[in-house]
């Protein structure tokens, strides 16, 4: 099983950018389908982006256009890139390894321990 590691959060005022990163260990990253998954408080862990062993990527409806997710096979790394950020963005950003293209997080088999993003108005 995969390990996963988030890093990159941290506190940014509304329609600015960050940067989050997982790192992953093991041979198989490259295999792997990921994803992006955020949680605010009180509310249910809901998909925020994917991204596909062959690149294709698929979003939330409330992210497209602001958020990009991307992978770097050679360095075992996923990324999301967040511009245009809104105080609705804060929330715990998880990133999660799975086999499957979905946006259900029943879907993926590893998590990390998540990111926590503050986006301030």
């Known amino acids: 099983q995969v390990q996963l590691v988030e890093s990159g959060g941290g506190l940014v005022q509304a329609g600015g950018s960050l940067r989050l990163s997982c790192a992953a260990s093991g041979r198989t990253f490259s295999t792997y389908v990921m994803g992006w998954f955020r949680q605010a408080p009180g509310k249910e862990r809901e998909f925020v982006a994917g991204?596909?062993?062959?690149?294709?990527?698929w979003y939330a409806d409330s992210v497209k256009g602001r958020f990009t997710i991307s992978r770097d096979n050679a360095k075992n790394t996923l990324y999301l890139q967040m511009n245009s950020l809104k105080p609705e963005d804060t929330a715990v950003y998880y990133c999660?390894?799975?086999?499957?293209?979905?946006?259900?997080?029943?879907?993926?088999?590893?998590w990390g321990q998540g990111t926590q993003v503050t986006v301030s108005s």
């Open positions: 999660a390894a799975g086999t499957v293209v979905t946006r259900t997080p029943a879907g993926f088999r590893s």
């Open positions: 991204i596909g062993s062959g690149a294709i990527t």
